[in-house]
DNA sequence: TATTGTATACGAAACACTTCGTACTATAAT
DNA sequence: ATTATAGTACGAAGTGTTTCGTATACAATA
C-alpha cells in the first residue's frame, strides 16, 4: 500500500541525496548531509538511519563488498505523491485548489513555471468539459 | 517564529475541529472525533492532547467554568503556510511548481477550482512581466 | 446526605525517531 | 606482523507523541 510509505524528515533527507546521486554509501550520504546542508550528523547516526530504512524496505543494499552501497527502493515520485496526499488531507482537509492557491500566492515561481501549470490546467480543461 | 509551530498529527486534527467549530469544550472535541471521523480515541486521550496543545501555546483556553473551553491560538492560514513551507522544502525541494503540477494532475480539481487558480497565475504574471 | 456522573490533573507505559558509544571486523599502511 | 584506519552491528539513552489508568473535585439528583 502506498499509504503505508511514511518516511520520517530525516529519512526523506537521506533519500533525496540518493535520489540525486545514485547508489550511494553511508560515509559518501553522511558528507553530503554535514557538508552540502548545514547539518552536523554523526556517521554511526547516519548509518543506524539508513539501517533501519534498508529494514523497513525504504532502501536496497548492495552488501557484496564490505562497503556497502545503499540504493532508494521507491521512486522519488511515488513518495511525493504519497506524502502530498497525506499531507494534503491533513493541512488542508484535501482541497487541493486551496493548497494551489496558497503555493502559488507564498511562493517565487518564474515565468516559465507559471507557464508550465498553466498548460497542465488548459489541458485538464479540455479533457474533462464539464 | 512562524518556524517553530509544528503541530503533530494528532494536534492538527484538533485544530481542524477548533477552526471549523470555534470555542469548544473536550468533550465536543472528542465527540468529533470519534463520530464525525472513524478514529476512537479515549476522552482523556484527547484532554491529555489538548492539554498539552495549550502548554505549547498553540491553543487558549477558557477556565472561568468547571469545563474548559478552548479556541486555536493560531490562525489557521498561518499555520497552514508554516506547513507548506516546511513540507515543500522536505519532499519537493523547495520546488513549488513540481508540487504545484503532481498536485493538478493527481487530484481532482473542480473547473471553478482550476479557473480561479488560472486567475490568481495570469495576476502573478501581470504583476511580475519578466 | 449519599451516590452517581462528569470534569481536570497527573503519572506512567508504549512506541518511534534520533543520537551516540562501543565492540567487532576487514582492509590498508608501516 | 603489527598497527592504524574505516567500515558494520548493536545496544541503550534521550526525546516527543499518544494512550490510558487513576486520583481528585465539583455538580446534580435520589
Not at 13 to 26: C, D, F
Not at 33 to 38: A, I
Not at 78 to 106: C, E, M, P, T
Amino acid at each position: 500500500m502506498v499509504n503505508e510509505i511514511r518516511p520520517t524528515d530525516g529519512e526523506l533527507e537521506i533519500l533525496q541525496i540518493l535520489w540525486k546521486n545514485g547508489p550511494s554509501t553511508v560515509r559518501e550520504v553522511n558528507d553530503l548531509l554535514n557538508n552540502v546542508q548545514d547539518k552536523s550528523t554523526g556517521y554511526t547516526t547516519t548509518l543506524k538511519i539508513m539501517q533501519i530504512m534498508f529494514e523497513k524496505g525504504l532502501l536496497h543494499r548492495d552488501d557484496a563488498q564490505r562497503t556497502h552501497i545503499y540504493t532508494p527502493a521507491v521512486r522519488e515520485g511515488k513518495i511525493q505523491s504519497a506524502l502530498l496526499d497525506r499531507f494534503l488531507n491533513a493541512a488542508y482537509k484535501g482541497s487541493a485548489s486551496k493548497l494551489a492557491l496558497q503555493l502559488l500566492g507564498n511562493h517565487k515561481t518564474t515565468p516559465d513555471e507559471l507557464a508550465a501549470i498553466k498548460a497542465l490546467i488548459d489541458q485538464l480543461e479540455k479533457n474533462k468539459p464539464s
